[in-house]
């Protein structure tokens, strides 16, 4: 991964912009600022920043509080998603954000102007200033409209112009807070050179920690870090420090480190220098492009042996512990050994025996899936780098066992560039979060998400028109819709009116390749682009009760009809939401029962639909009668579908018939009790009463449970069925002719969602009412 190019760029140019074009004021901040703020965050995805700071495992446990539960709240409720400011004092918060000019829904739309007043959110009291559409919020009384008087932090103003907009959120450190932050994971002797305030670009997923920030460098007549410029290598000595090394630093070197009056033989041929701490004693370590002469300019008094491998007593007055002290360490050593490239130098001979033992059972940095995640996640350029192990940090993984554990590394490099420091912390680890009954079954967690509150429909995939990927829509009880990226982050959400009451629909409705999502609520029909926003034209309202939405697309050519129909109405609708007119059957005094299907049987076009009082409709395309039946059913609530060229329901009665093309009717006995599930997608039937599911006429004897309605899948050219037990949360998915997948069943709290990405299925189901897990 590079380092940060768009910021480098930005870096090199950041005077002359300055030079050139006055930035705009920011009167909030500077007003935050005069109350001695420790951190602040600027929002730009509101959705998306609460999303990745509630489901990232070292955030919320390390960095918890920031923001609390209050705060996350108060943010839910913010008309805007963008332009927000929080700043967090030792005696509370403060939230800076501009009103919308049209608010009609949320809890601010209606609030005093000009004056001192409260609001009370989620049961915790706010109070706010609000001044036209600029709104100061804060957990204290002591706040006011900001003027442009106020005095300006110019050093804050300098190390605010570095951060990207193109994440979901900045994060800014003052001096005491970095030292908190950083100085609880890595050594102090690092983190001092972070001083006054370090900005941060916050990018998160569920297992990775990746802060991209900066800080000003101190004036040259103040102690400063021994770096370089960057180098390719992060960590050359990775395949020489043992897995259990703590305080692991690595300097990239250069000749210009060196002061003038000194010069020491062997620096020439001096890539990188690194130090480790195993137990009690310090090591140190020197990669150089010509080891073999490197070392000839050390005095070796005694050669010994380990496993085969020879290691040397040194002189020990030499000038590597001049060269070492430059990089602020005081190592005296005494022995040295050499691998490959690597000079490695210690005090203690047990700790060179150590570093070879590590080295030969492969127990080192380099050859750990851990460390290596780590370095795959940082940045492939630096000046300096250093690792903390978590696991063997007393301290850390007394106050967070878990994230010791998991996480084990922890990363931060520093790279000078100009006036600034540019900073990369990363923590990361293996994805291997799977709960427990799932890590038997072999189904791997991709990720999981918390949302909001609980979850009211089930998980659909959907694509991305723009990278083919599968990314995951579902609604919670609040009725916002969320969309989740493929790596589980939320992209937006958006509060309808209702509750989705049909499957969730992609269309091409431009013809351009671009996707849009439809469907119904109760009073409502919806057709959305992939940002969330309504295409137009707007989504349609009705003031009946509707019953779900259906598509058809006769011809396969994208000439879409919407099908949605209230009681005794249905509605044909184009794709520009206008009804088609000379539909026969738009009215249905006796009350549609389930909303029209469309089928094509033997060239023929079928419209079906069931009504109240059993009529069963069959019409040709302008809902004129195709097929006249004089019968009436009794129907049950399972779809009406077809069956090797013939339609086919059940009735509550048990009972399955088929009508052919020429209106011929037969019957036949299912041998069930009623309640029961029934659908055939593809002439496959599927067939679900009490604890039987029968499959393609082959029979399966599950547990006796509560099931959920088995579910189609259509995964390429294969259709798989899912069934989940609601009492025992367990997920069973079967091919057409009824078998068992490996591994099968997994522990599930909800219906799922199946398809493939890559040749590999995707599994999308909840763990539990407000946790989605998304599986492969």
Not at 271 to 292: C, H, R, W, Y
Request: glycine share 4%.
């Amino acid at each position: 991964m590079s380092l940060r190019p768009y910021f480098l760029s930005f870096i090199s140019s950041l005077l002359l912009i300055g030079c050139s074009e006055k930035e705009k004021e920011n009167t909030a901040v500077d007003y935050f600022l005069s109350k001695d703020p420790s951190v602040l965050f600027q929002i730009h995805q509101k959705d998306q920043f609460l999303s990745e700071v509630i489901n990232n495992d070292f955030w919320k446990n390390y960095f918890k509080y920031y923001p609390n539960t209050n705060v996350q709240n108060l943010l839910r409720s913010l008309p805007k998603d963008s332009d927000i400011w929080i700043a967090y004092t030792h005696q509370g918060a403060y939230i800076s954000t501009y009103l919308p000019e049209e608010d009609t829904s949320s809890p601010w739309k209606d609030t005093t102007l000009d004056q001192l007043d409260s609001l009370t959110i989620e049961n915790k009291k706010w109070y706010y200033i609000r001044n036209k559409q600029q709104l100061i919020i804060s957990s204290l009384k002591d706040i006011t409209i900001p003027t442009e008087t106020q005095k300006k932090d110019l050093n804050f103003q300098k190390i605010a112009k570095t951060v990207s907009q193109e994440v979901s959120a900045n994060l800014f450190l003052n001096e005491r807070k970095n030292e908190e932050f950083l100085g609880g994971i890595f050594p102090e002797h690092t983190v001092k050179y972070i001083s006054q305030w370090s900005a941060w670009d916050i990018l998160l997923d569920k297992n990775t920690l990746r802060l991209n920030g900066s800080s000003l460098r101190p004036a040259d007549s103040l102690p400063q870090l021994p770096v370089t410029n960057v180098q390719k290598v992060s960590l050359e000595s990775a395949s020489v420090i043992p897995h259990s090394a703590t305080h692991i630093t690595s300097f990239a070197f250069e000749e210009e480190l060196i002061p003038t009056e000194f010069y020491f033989d062997f620096q020439q041929d001096v890539s990188s220098v690194a130090f480790f701490s195993l137990e009690k004693d310090s090591l140190g370590v020197i990669t150089s492009t010509n080891p073999s002469e490197t070392l000839r300019y050390f005095t070796v008094l005694k050669t010994d042996n380990y496993q085969g491998e020879e290691f040397y007593h040194i002189e020990e007055f030499s000038d590597i512990q001049s060269f070492f002290s430059i990089f602020e360490n005081n190592l005296q050593p005494k022995y040295l050994y050499r691998y490959n490239e690597q000079l490695i130098f210690s005090s203690k001979k047990e700790s060179i025996q150590q570093v070879i033992n590590a080295i030969q059972t492969k127990n080192t940095l380099a050859d750990k899936s851990s460390f290596q995640e780590l370095q795959e996640k940082n940045a492939s350029q630096t000046a300096f780098i250093t690792i903390e192990n978590l696991s063997e940090n007393s301290i850390f993984s007394k106050k967070f066992p878990q994230l010791a554990t998991k996480y084990r590394y922890a990363s931060l490099q520093i790279s000078p560039q100009n006036d600034f420091y540019l900073l990369t912390l990363t923590a990361t680890a293996p994805n291997t979060t799977q709960s427990p009954e799932n890590q038997e079954a072999g189904v791997q967690e991709k990720f999981q998400i918390t949302l909001d509150k609980d979850a009211i429909s089930p998980p659909y995939f959907v694509t991305n028109h723009r990278t083919g990927r599968k990314e995951v829509v579902i609604q919670d009880t609040d009725n916002q819709l969320y969309l989740i990226s493929e790596d589980g982050k939320v992209l937006w959400k958006r509060r309808l009116d209702a509750p989705i009451i049909s499957d969730i629909f992609q269309v091409d409705l431009f013809l351009n390749g671009f996707l849009q999502l439809a469907f119904n609520t109760d009073n409502s029909l919806y057709i959305i682009d992939r940002n969330g926003n309504n295409v137009v034209p707007p989504s349609y309202a009705f003031k009946e009760f509707l019953l779900p939405l259906q598509i058809f697309d006769y011809e396969k050519t994208k000439d879409y009809r919407f099908v949605v129909c209230s009681d005794k109405v249905i509605y044909l609708l184009d794709k520009k939401a206008y009804q088609i007119k000379g539909f026969e059957k738009s009215r249905v005094p006796e009350g549609i029962l389930q909303t029209p299907r469309h089928f094509r049987i033997s060239d023929k076009d079928f419209i079906v639909f069931p009504e109240k009082k059993g009529t069963l409709n069959i019409l040709h395309r302008n809902g004129t009668v195709r097929i006249p039946l004089q019968q009436k059913f009794n129907f049950s609530d399972n779809p009406i579908t077809t069956y090797k060229g013939m339609i086919t329901f059940t009735t509550q009665e048990g009972k399955q018939f088929f009508i052919d093309t020429n209106g011929g009717i037969r019957s036949e006995s299912l041998g069930i009790n009623a309640p029961h599930f029934f659908d055939c997608v593809k002439d496959i039937p599927v067939l679900l009463s009490s604890n039987i599911l029968t499959i393609n006429q082959k029979k399966i004897e599950l547990p006796f449970a509560e099931y959920t309605r088995p579910r189609f899948h259509q995964v390429g050219e294969r259709i798989l069925i899912s069934v989940t037990d609601l009492q025992n949360y367990k997920l069973y998915v079967f091919n057409s002719e009824g078998e068992s997948l490996p591994d099968f069943p997994i522990f599930a709290a909800s219906q799922a969602a199946i398809t493939s990405e890559n040749g590999k299925l995707l599994f999308a189901f909840l763990k539990e009412k407000n946790v989605l897990s998304v599986n492969q």
